[in-house]
């Protein structure tokens, strides 16, 4: 069954430095997602993408967040300098865009900042 | 805007008798809504999802929902809880003509005691 693959499934990082999360989403979908979960807490959308640009984001998603799809797999999520209240679960979901879509998510990738 | 409220942000019952978790929503536009369940240090998995036609729809694991447009509400139940549903559950709404984009509730976990 296809699925939508995040890597890495962890990564720590120092506050102030930049970091990329990656996402593979399934192969014939073309709507791509990012959501947050603060541990403990209700998942959050950040953004979403279609169409090589963002269709919306929320009021998270600041200069600090972008996106990208840089080849027709990989949808990357970079934060330019991270903050310790960045350290969450980011979720990366695709879907087809049909009118009973539905949003497949990955595992996670849990991002710590010391 | 849409939301999703969830009454109870801990639901606790024995094993054996019926699970019901609540979803209130808000939208503007007929919604489409889904429950998902969230595993220990694991992603969020689809158990069901409302788009259009038959308002009681059922999902993975013995798990059904019914679509209330009068009460705006689309509560989870299961006729009898095992142990193996102990996990967090989140309800969640997207507006079909926007690309789908889903607003979470807070999330329920739920314990299930032997």
């Known amino acids: 069954e296809p699925e939508v693959t995040q890597t890495p499934s962890h990564q720590v990082t120092q506050m102030g430095q930049e970091v990329i999360l990656r996402c593979v989403p399934i192969?014939?979908?073309?709507?791509f997602y990012w959501y947050r979960q603060i541990l403990g807490q209700k998942v959050e959308f950040l953004v979403s993408?279609?169409?090589?640009?963002?269709?919306?984001k929320s009021e998270i998603f600041d200069d600090q967040f972008s996106v990208e799809r840089p080849d027709g797999s990989n949808f990357t999520l970079k934060i330019r300098s991270t903050k310790l209240e960045d350290s969450a679960m980011y979720f990366c979901?695709?879907?087809?865009?049909?009118?009973?879509?539905?949003?497949?998510f990955g595992q996670g990738t849990r991002l710590t900042v010391v | 805007a849409q939301s999703v409220t969830q009454l109870g942000s801990h639901v606790s019952v024995s094993e054996g008798p019926l699970v019901l978790l609540r979803c209130n929503y808000s939208?503007?536009?007929?919604?489409?809504l889904f429950w998902y369940v969230q595993y220990p240090n694991q992603g969020l998995q689809l158990l069901l999802k409302?788009?259009?036609?038959?308002?009681l729809v059922k999902g993975i694991n013995g798990f059904e929902a019914e679509f209330k447009k009068s009460e705006t509400s689309f509560h989870l139940t299961k006729p009898s809880a095992h142990m193996s549903d102990a996990a967090e559950y989140f309800c969640?709404?997207?507006?079909?003509?926007?690309?789908?984009?889903?607003?979470f509730g807070a999330g329920t976990r739920l314990t299930v005691k032997p």
């Open positions: 409302y788009t259009t036609g038959a308002t």
């Open positions: 192969s014939n979908h073309l709507y």
């Open positions: 993408f279609y169409n090589n640009e963002i269709s919306e």
């Open positions: 939208s503007s536009v007929p919604p489409y």
């Open positions: 979901a695709s879907s087809d865009g049909t009118a009973r879509a539905e949003a497949f």
């Open positions: 969640a709404v997207s507006d079909p003509y926007n690309n789908n984009d889903m607003r």
